[in-house]
């Protein structure tokens, strides 16, 4: 038997392409759900028109109301913390200095995405075990497994377009806007670094005979009514069709032992604090770089050795388009998700980008500039909404982890038992600064000027995408892994997730993330 632990996508990929192979799985989780009360509302969002829903829970569900300047909360599903309950208690950081997003729930992290995704590129793995050839075919098996929207231009050839079947995706008129006035320009762009394109997203534009699709309500940052937005947890049933698949929810492993040719995994039943014990021939540890590190150093008693977490340094920023739509007066009709990506090279450097994720109106910038201008939004909110909304569009940007601030992650006894703190670096902000003025000379291109004031610049880890502890390498030492992620001085324990990619390039990592583990599946050893 092969023991998967975590059920984010990872653990999902390196499952499905274990039980196709023929071997036994079980999947142990501990499992954390929507609360059932939430998770009725929902249902009943889902059963009926927008014009009927309960104003009050939908309300309820924007925790993007408290967005400030400088401060961006914490990502909830209709309001629900259950994404991280738990998990995050067992996260110690005195000085604020770092967010270690960590969780227990079934599905992972992909509860509270938004569903991104690009495939990395040869440039992006020059310093990996690994080249793209290895990784293709795996992007090609993912895309088979999940939904895709997206479309085929200019910007596949960079960025190839692995999905033979994907919906069409439709872009805001803001966005359309944006689109056309770059693609006007396109040759004076790449000429300065900056290539762009649709986006791609793991999402669904209807549930394939399941029910209604996408209505347009605008709620894809606070949850889908319709559940079109990919969670791994999806992919659950599709394996529990294999006999040879078992899925254990209400388990949370703790660490794990070889004894000869076996891995013994020790944890503990939720909520019970039972003892248990499971036992089988290889381990896959998928259960996130926050969890993962935790158990490595206690399986081997490693409590004091600091170790390092890479980040992508992730920042906001808003952008004011030279041209005004009605996006305030469709508020109710819109599709929240991102909308456009951007790559800007770095410049100096060949081989490293800046990605940029475009978003147009919604009801979190709403949100964004009513906290902005308060007291005076509520005095000149007709003038706001006829003049400013409908010219706002967001990026968020990520920088390469060789340009990013590193986690610093230490395991001590006690009750919260991973010490981490961020390590700031100036590179990063200059790069960023340097990414904004870049911006700022291309604005006759796009059309739109970046909004300088308003910059956001995330403390490290806040962007989510993280991992690299114990990177993949050819000839690995301690705390290393060799390129079937399997741990340096063990013979069957393997790390699936990001703590065993060498380096985080700058575009979304769930994809690659899903399409590594598939690869660790299908090339592991059977003996």
Known sequence: MVIVVGSGPSGIAVAYGLVRRGFPVTLLDVGLGLEPEIQQSVCQLKQSEPALWDRNFVESTEWFRTITPGHLPKRLLFGSNFPYAQAEESIDCPDKSAILNTSYACGGLSNVWGAASLPYTCEDLT????????????????????????????????????????????????????????????????RQGLVFGASRLMARKDQKGEGAGCIKCGMCLQGCPHDLIFVSSWLLSELAKFDNF??????????????????????????????????GSKLMLACGTGSTVQIVLRSLNLYGREVQILTNQHFVLPLLSFSNVNAYGNASSLQALCQLFLQLREQGDSTRTVHLQLSSYSKALECGVKNTLRPFYSLFKRFISRHLLGRLLVTQGYLHSSHSPKISAVLQRGERPLRVCGKDIPESRRLIRNSVWRLFLAARQLRALPVFPQLIVSVPGQGSHIGGTFPMKRSPGELQTDRLGRLYGTQNVHIVDASVLPSLPSSPITYSLMANAHRIALEVPSS
């Open 127 to 190: 310093d990996w075990p690994l080249d793209i050839g290895d990784l293709a075919p795996h992007y090609k098996a993912i895309a088979k497994l999940v939904p895709f929207t997206g479309m085929m231009d200019p910007f596949s050839s960079i960025y190839p377009m692995y999905a033979e079947d994907y919906d069409p995706i439709e872009l805001s008129e803001q966005a359309a806007k944006l689109l056309a006035n770059l693609e006007r320009s396109r040759q004076e762009l790449e």
């Open 246 to 279: 078992s899925y254990r929810p209400n388990v949370k492993v703790e660490e794990f032992q070889e004894e000869s040719n076996l891995v013994r995994v020790m944890a503990t039943a939720v909520p019970s604090g039972e003892r248990l014990s499971f036992t």
